[in-house]
């Protein structure tokens, strides 16, 4: 009975990682369709999309085309911005599923980096209808509207409003919910909505730049100087901290001199005035 045991575990002991054993050992011993996808969906969620990549494409050496794979390689191809491979993917699964949710966010997303906003719009709003929770969905449909194709800034500010108040604690949802109201001039909200997400994460710097630049555009220089300079504490490499610490300097040293040069050009311009004028009169009486 022990050698029958014995010989029915073996195969889950080998399969077992060992202490110390490398992550291309652990794949090595994975060699079933569901381990390999498993283990490729794994590194997706870790962030490490060349390496998802490469499990994954074992699957496909082998033929795989399913609608699984094809999401995952496609998700991974996102990661690394390889948009033209990854919609090949996305399109593929929507061939059999045309309301795949997660191949239509997929594709929109893939669109949009490859500069066709407009085209991006369809799917995203697909998803949006079909899943009116999706924030991804509106949040998709906010960055096509920001994207230089559309300039569509009211319809992104919508967007990126119902995106935020499905994630509040979204950073792409927040900071370009500010960029859409930048650029319909309105830049006192923009200033709140980058406000509270500071309030929430001081350790942003590209956002607490951004902010001091807003606060630049309503000429609250003090404040703007006040919030820049503390993201150079946090970044003292920061070249765009620099750019707006400069811009901002100019701008306070321009309205410094402008008065004091009125304040000095003025009694003298009006002088040299007067003096023109007694000449004028002085000719008059001569001829």
Do not use: C
Request: no cysteine; net charge positive; glycine share 6%.
């Amino acid at each position: 009975m022990s050698i029958t045991i014995a010989i029915l575990t073996l195969p889950l002991l080998l399969a077992t990682p060992k202490p110390g054993q490398t992550a291309g050992a652990v794949e090595a011993a994975a060699t079933g369709q569901e381990d390999l996808l498993a283990r490729g969906r794994e590194l997706i969620e870790k962030g490490q999309w060349a390496r998802a990549i490469e499990v994954l494409g074992k699957l496909r050496a082998k033929g795989d085309t399913s609608i699984p794979l094809r999401l995952a390689l496609g998700r991974a191809q996102l990661g690394l911005e390889m948009y033209q491979q990854a919609l090949i993917e996305f399109s593929e699964v929507l061939k059999l599923e045309p309301n795949n949710l997660e191949a239509n966010l997929g594709r929109a997303e893939s669109l949009i980096g490859l500069g066709d906003a407009r085209k991006a719009r369809g799917p995203a709003q697909l998803v949006a209808t079909l899943q009116p929770e999706n924030h991804r969905a509106w949040l998709l449909l906010g960055q096509a509207g920001l994207h230089p194709q559309l300039r569509d800034y009211p319809a992104a500010e919508k967007a990126l409003r119902r995106a935020r108040r499905l994630a509040p604690d979204d950073r792409e949802a927040n900071l370009g919910l500010a960029r859409a109201l930048s650029f319909q001039k309105k830049v006192e909200e923009a200033i709140e909505v980058l406000r509270a997400w500071l309030q929430r994460h001081p350790e942003d710097v590209p956002a607490r730049v951004r902010l001091a630049e807003s606060l630049y555009a309503v000429r609250d220089l003090e404040e703007g100087e006040r919030q820049v300079r503390k993201a150079l504490q946090q970044e003292p490499g920061d070249s765009e901290a620099r750019r707006v610490l400069k811009e901002i300097q100019s701008r306070r040293a321009y309205d410094f001199w402008i008065p004091v040069v009125a304040l000095v050009a003025f009694p003298v311009l009006f002088l040299l005035i007067r003096r023109m004028r007694r000449g004028r009169e002085i000719k008059e009486k001569d001829g």
